[in-house]
């Protein structure tokens, strides 16, 4: 039964080493610990601090990856019940309550030890939470209140984001990126502080370097996507990502296996091999985190000819920017973070929309990549992702006319997604992408 | 018409019915914009002639028209707001000014400005770290909003009006605090729900008559004959928005008197002054980074940075609530947040442990900013009380 499962996508090969990197990752980290290395949580943080902490050599965990780790191997749910009674309200993050119950457990109950039914090695204490408020104000209230169990300082980085209308003011743009860049620049003489070794410039020009072409890589396989039909599914997406999101693993051999993957899809479109291996019938955007406990959907969908051609653009690399005269390395990370976060607003403000990221790229991903339905997951408990998802469900409408189906489920805990919920509405949906597919040929 | 009363009994009136009021200043000719938090640097707006409007929620009515735009599992208090901005309630404001100070109302703002379009809508980011660099990145913020409200009233920002600006909401600040000092005795002069009632009115006035209402209510208030009933226990209450004064009607009627608060609708904005000896944006900046009092900005224990210490850090964040448990001898604390608000929702364990430090009881209560959802949580409310007066007796 999961053998046929598995068959209705057509996974890439390419994406097995990219996606071992996490494990790799979490593997390297227990080994650094056990050398007596420092270990340093943080925030996915969109290649603003990551890039400083690879280039210092520090090995690098993240709980929110952790969380969705712990979530697929169904461990979850016991550190999501301990979070509870340590008195975190339950409307928060899924991975910020299952990293409350995972540390509260290591603390108090094992004075430091990893848990030891924790998934893939665990996390090991570490000695600096690198936390930001890039995404959501729980990526920094969560690390702060991992204070009741860890003597462990946190530092926040704190990303300047305008208005959609307000970064095209006089000085706007240059005052964030000198912000940024002072910012950065903070970071580095704490972490020199912190760690009582000074930063190899050189180092971190060179993985700058890398990381950039990494995910410039990164982003043309994507782009590559846009072809019918779609010759690479989400689900391939989701499991080569982490090491651009994460860095996870080396970005020198990862660009390798970046270019190994456009190399594979290339040639997929070259001999017009599709994603999925039935008919590409519907193509579809998926929006926000996928259930992680139930990725089994997307074979059934798949049986059904449809076909995920595009995630959320969060989860995409920026858009890249010619850099090539800029020698500060930190300016490099700040221009390329920024842009990550506000480089669609201009085409946004051309077309009066405001929100700038998140919905607006989506909505041009939809046109984009020709997209005929989008499959909305409204994340329960990570509102800051998915608070879009009723007004991109209006504007994918009634702008561009096509038609989309909310889920409500999260991405840690199982028990708010119901897998029959969706099946039961596929044949309504389908209908429905049918009769928009025409409305659109009519206006066309 | 509002005006026909004075004092409480007009404050009660404009709290009632802050539309009415809305509109009222509109038909006189007022400029008026709207703000949801007291981030906004209102003063800028008074320095210009504007109107500023703090626009609320409803716990009474649905959030229906938000649905089109807004998840449910979102903060009810933002719903609520864009639900009563869709369906015309909020048509008499001019513009609005927007301020990041949550992710909420960060993403909500930019959902109202593509779906709401008022004539005028500024957005204003806001720095989550609190040291110079970031003071001054917000003071550069705040100069922008000065830019684009000038250019929408159409004059320039006198810096003596801006400075006089200052000085007038310091002085509403001042007559606040004063209200506030009339809960010290015990029976406290004045109840927890009137003072709510108060700083919701005023917040809808031009600062100069809010000033007037406040010198009006205060007088009243002193020359009062009978004050409300000592209660049995004194309560700081301590969260997030609170639009309907349920809760606190709750408490007191429950024989205990709530003679501080910590909320987005009570001291936060009132308790600190902007520095006039500054250069004025500089002191704007300031104030909203450092002195306002909310868990949306990261504050830690100063030079503390290379090792934490949990203690210390409680203290650099809470330590002004244990001045409050002293000045206004506290007995016990309700902690309330509405359901996902991120922000306070971090903080509850960590207040909580604050408190109990100071061996002083707290009971959280989370609600939907609803009427019925606060009343369902009397029981609770009730329970909590009785063991306090079971500790007190």
């Known amino acids: ?444 | 018409m509002l005006k026909g009363t004075e004092g409480i009994a007009r404050a009660r009136e404009i709290y009632q019915d802050r539309f009415q009021m809305g509109k009222e200043l509109k038909a006189e000719g007022k400029t008026i914009v709207g703000y949801l938090c007291f981030y906004a640097p209102v003063e800028v707006m008074s320095a210009l002639d504007i109107i500023p409007f703090k626009i609320f929620g409803s716990m009474k009515e649905r959030s229906t028209k938000a649905d089109r735009f807004l998840p449910r599992a979102f903060c009810p208090i933002i719903r609520s707001v864009l639900s009563l901005s869709l369906s015309g309630k909020y048509d008499f404001l001019d513009g609005m000014v927007m301020v990041h100070t949550c992710d909420a109302m960060e993403r909500t703002s930019r959902i109202w400005e593509s779906v709401a379009s008022p004539p005028y809508v500024h957005y204003m980011d806001m720095p989550t770290k609190i040291d110079k660099m970031h003071q001054e990145a917000l003071r550069e913020e705040i100069d922008d909003f000065r830019k684009t409200l000038e250019s929408f009233a159409g004059k320039e920002l006198q810096p003596q009006k801006l400075r006089k600006a200052i000085e007038t909401h310091n002085q509403q600040r001042h007559l606040v605090r004063r209200l506030y000092g009339h809960t010290k005795s015990a029976p406290p002069l004045i109840s927890g729900k009137e003072i709510m009632e108060i700083i919701g009115a005023v917040s809808c006035l031009p600062v100069e008559e809010g000033n007037e209402l406040l010198r009006k209510v205060i007088t009243e208030v002193e020359e009062r004959k009978k004050s409300p009933e000592k209660g049995f226990a004194r309560i700081l209450v301590w969260g997030s928005v609170l639009e309907a004064p349920v809760l606190i009607e709750m408490i007191e009627n429950a024989e205990a008197n709530v003679v501080i608060d910590d909320t987005c609708t009570g001291t936060r904005g009132y308790f600190t002054d902007i520095n006039l000896n500054k250069n004025p944006l500089d002191a704007l900046a300031y104030y909203c980074l450092v002195d306002l009092k909310c868990p949306r900005t990261f504050k830690e224990a100063p030079n503390n940075d290379v090792r934490k210490d949990y203690q210390a850090d409680l203290e650099a964040r809470f330590g002004y609530l244990k001045d409050f448990t002293r000045e206004w001898k506290v007995d016990g604390v309700i902690l309330q947040s509405v359901k996902y608000c991120d922000c306070h929702g971090f903080e509850v364990p960590q207040v909580k442990d604050y408190f109990d430090n100071l061996k002083i009881p707290s009971l959280y209560l989370e609600h939907d900013f609803t009427e019925q959802g606060l009343r369902a949580l009397k029981t609770r409310v009730e329970a909590f009380l009785e063991m306090i007066r079971g500790e007190l007796y």
């Open chain 1, 1 to 444: 039964m999961e053998k046929e499962k598995r068959r209705n996508i057509n996974r890439l090969k390419s994406f097995y080493p990219l996606r071992a990197k996490i494990d790799e990752t979490y593997k390297k980290s227990i080994e650094n610990i056990k050398a007596g290395k420092p270990i340093i949580w943080a925030m996915i943080n969109c290649w603003f601090g990551d890039p400083i902490l690879k280039a210092m050599g520090l090995e690098t965990i993240y709980p929110e990856n952790y969380g969705a780790v712990c979530a697929s191997t169904g461990i979850a749910e016991s550190y999501l019940n301990r979070s509870d009674r340590e008195g975190f309200p339950s409307h928060l993050c899924g991975y910020a309550r299952n990293c409350f119950g995972y540390v509260s457990t290591m603390m108090t109950d094992l004075g430091g030890e990893v848990p030891p039914e924790a998934p893939i090695g665990g996390m090991p204490k570490p000695i600096l939470l690198l936390s930001s408020n890039i995404g959501c104000d729980a990526r920094y209230k969560w690390f702060q209140a991992l204070g009741r169990y860890m003597d462990v300082p946190v530092w926040v980085l704190d990303m300047p984001v305008p208005g959609v209308k307000e970064l095209f003011m006089d000085g706007v743009y240059d005052r964030c990126i000198k912000l940024i860049v002072n910012e950065l620049r903070e970071f580095v003489a704490f972490l020199e502080r912190l760690l009582g070794v000074k930063m190899d410039w050189d180092r971190l020009a060179a993985t700058v370097h890398d990381i950039e072409e990494m995910n410039r890589v990164w982003h043309e396989i994507n782009e590559l996507r846009k072809a019918r039909p779609c010759p690479m599914h989400s689900r391939d997406f989701w499991s080569a990502m982490t090491p651009s999101l994460f860095l996870a693993g080396n970005p020198r051999e990862s660009l390798q296996l970046y270019r190994d993957m456009f190399h594979e899809v290339k040639s997929r479109i070259d001999n017009k091999i599709s994603g999925i291996n039935t008919e590409e019938k519907f193509r579809l955007l998926f929006s926000e985190l996928p259930p992680w406990h139930s990725l089994g959907i997307f074979d059934k969908l798949a049986e059904r000819g449809w076909n995920f051609v595009i995630e959320s653009w969060s989860y995409h690399p920026p858009q890249p920017l010619d850099l090539s005269g800029i020698a500060d390395p930190l300016e490099h990370i700040a221009r390329s973070a920024f842009h990550f976060k506000t480089g669609y607003f201009k085409d946004a403000l051309g077309e009066g929309d405001y929100y700038g990221y998140t919905s607006y790229p989506m909505q041009k991903f939809a046109k984009d990549y020709q997209c005929d339905g989008a499959f909305l997951h409204q994340i329960l408990t990570c509102r800051s992702t998915s608070n879009h998802v009723p007004y991109l469900w209006d504007r994918l409408m009634h702008k561009l006319k096509i038609p989309s189906m909310i889920v409500e489920g999260d991405i840690v805990d199982l028990r708010l997604f119901d897998a029959s919920d969706v099946f039961k509405r596929i044949e309504p949906f389908e209908e429905s992408m049918r009769y928009y597919k025409n409305k659109r040929k009519e206006s066309a």
